[in-house]
Structures are given as structure tokens and as C-alpha cells.
């Protein structure tokens, strides 16, 4: 389906049963697309709202059963406009991609070079896990410099393992795991943000609520500098938190800080490597101090913080 460079809407609903896209789907303009599915939700081909200048696009797609996706999702801005934002809810699970190397899932929410090329916000949000494949990319970045770059978030009540890659870049860019369960972000997986204005740092955030950390790809910050203590370029929160072999954290924010809190123990294994090149290091633990066998520089700074809950045995 191909709709006009102005306005385009385009709705799907099954009130009973489920909804697959197997068609593409290539929308401009300020653009909505909608789909709310009973049962499951099921993308396998592509979906694109263009968005033009001074206008965005809105792609919601939500299920209250199982999402599965292993085609391309677009909202991004060609024109000069920005801001085109995607939601996809499950009541299930969402599974993004696949470790099929041959078949690459691009997912993204770009600004322009324009005046209001500011990137978009992508949001994932499954009632159970949250799975990402190694063959998919989430992107947010922005054309201009002066412009705010994009928002990521994948937030889970039961597991989320991520082997793929996402990156937000511009102003104030931000990437954010969450889940319940356990966090796991596996090897080969990337997570990086830049921005290129002072004193508008970008984030990684990364936490369980309930459950481990696992940490075994690359996390890489750079630009800006950090604003105020309540602030870090790089948060990571867990029971117990773990970066195994192969783990990389690089932060190069002026006086920005890697922090780790772990309600039960901090593992940095023998071949991982965290960097802050212009900050701290903080890790911070209930009970058990941190187990730290990799390269840290520069060294930690260590504090007991009793006020971190207890892991549920």
C-alpha cells in the first residue's frame, strides 16, 4: 500500500483474531499508522511512514497476544521534519528478528538535517519476554547536529535478551533495558549514543528489577558532558550484575560516570574492558563486594549502600 505525500492514515483492527502484515506498507507525510490485534500481530514485511518537513509520523502497533517482527519498521524523516515516533505493545511476548545473518530487520526513527530534524522515540514494551535478534538494527539518530537525537526503550515484565544493535544519535540521545526478569546482552550485541552539544550528555540505561544482569557486548557513550550528580552517562542495575568476557563499556563524556549498583555482587570477569575517559567509575553493593578481574580505569570508586534491597532468594 502506498499512500499521498500529505496525510495518510492507515488502520487495522481484529476485534477476534489476529493481524499479519505480509504486504508492504509505504506511507508519507504527517502519517498514522495503526494496528490492534486480539490475538497475535505478526509483521513480516515492511512498514515505512515517511514523515516531511514539519511533520511527523506515528506507527502504534499493538496485540494483546504475542508481536513478532522480521521486517523493517520506519518512521524516520526525509524531508526536514522529525519527531516520528513508534510504539509496538504486546500483551505476550515480542520477538524482534532473528540470528539469521542473512536477513538483516532495520527499525528506525531518524531526524533530518532541518530545522525540525529532531529524532524520534521508539518504544517496545511486552507484557512477557522481550527478545532481539542479532540480525536487527534500532536507530534514532539525527542529520542535524543541532537537533535532539533519539529515545530507545525496551521494557519487559518477564525476560529481555538483546543480540542485536541500537544507536541514538544527537542531543540528549538515550537508550533504556528494562525487564523483570533477567537482562542479557549478549555477545556480538551493541549499544551506542553520541551527542555533539556540551552539557547534553546521552544515557545508556540498563537495569533489572527483579532479576540478573548480563552484560557480554559493547556499550559505547561519547559527546556532551554530564549536568548535574543525578546523572550518568552509563547505569546499570541488577541482583547480581556480571560483564563475562568480551564485554566492552567505553564512556568519553566530559566528567561523565559509569555506574553499577548490584543488590547482590558486581562481576567484571578476566577479558572485559570498562573505560571512562573523562569521569568516574562508581559500583555500588549491598553486601558482597564487587569481584573485579578485567580492566576498569579508571579505578572504582566502591560504596556500600545498605539501602539496596535484597535479591528474592
Known sequence: ????????????????????????????????????ARNQLVVSAPIHCHAGF???????????????????????STDGGGLGDLVVAAGGSITLGSDDAGVGVDIGADGSKGFFG????????AAGDLTMGSNVLIHGNTRNPAAFGGEIYLTA???????????????????????NGDV?????????TETGRARSPSFVDIRSHHGNVTIGGDIALSGGSVTDDTTAGVLIRGCDVTLVEG????????EGRTRIAAREQTSILTGV?????????????????????????????????????????
Open 273 to 313: 574492558e570498562m573505560a571512562t575517559y573523562a569521569g568516574s567509575n562508581e559500583i555500588f553493593y549491598r553486601a558482597k563486594p564487587p569481584l573485579i578481574e578485567g580492566v576498569v580505569a579508571p579505578e572504582p570508586l566502591l560504596s556500600q549502600d545498605a539501602s539496596l534491597p535484597a535479591c528474592a532468594p
Open 157 to 179: 515484565l518477564g525476560t529481555v535478551n538483546v543480540r542485536g544493535r541500537m544507536e541514538a544519535r544527537g542531543i540528549a540521545s538515550k537508550i533504556s533495558v528494562q525487564g
Open 54 to 76: 514539519d511533520s511527523s509520523g506515528l506507527t502504534f502497533l499493538q496485540s494483546h497476544g504475542d508481536v513478532s517482527i522480521s521486517s523493517d519498521l520506519g518512521v524516520s
Open 1 to 36: 500500500m502506498r499512500g499521498p505525500r500529505f496525510e495518510s492514515l492507515f488502520f487495522l483492527t481484529a476485534l477476534q483474531g489476529s493481524i499479519i502484515v505480509d504486504a508492504p506498507v509505504n506511507l508519507h507525510g504527517y502519517c498514522d499508522i495503526d494496528a490492534l
Open 184 to 192: 542479557t546482552i549478549g555477545a556480538g550485541a551493541a549499544m551506542t
Open 118 to 125: 529532531d529524532a524520534g522515540t521508539i518504544e517496545f514494551r
Open 247 to 254: 564485554a566492552t563499556v567505553t564512556n568519553t563524556i566530559r
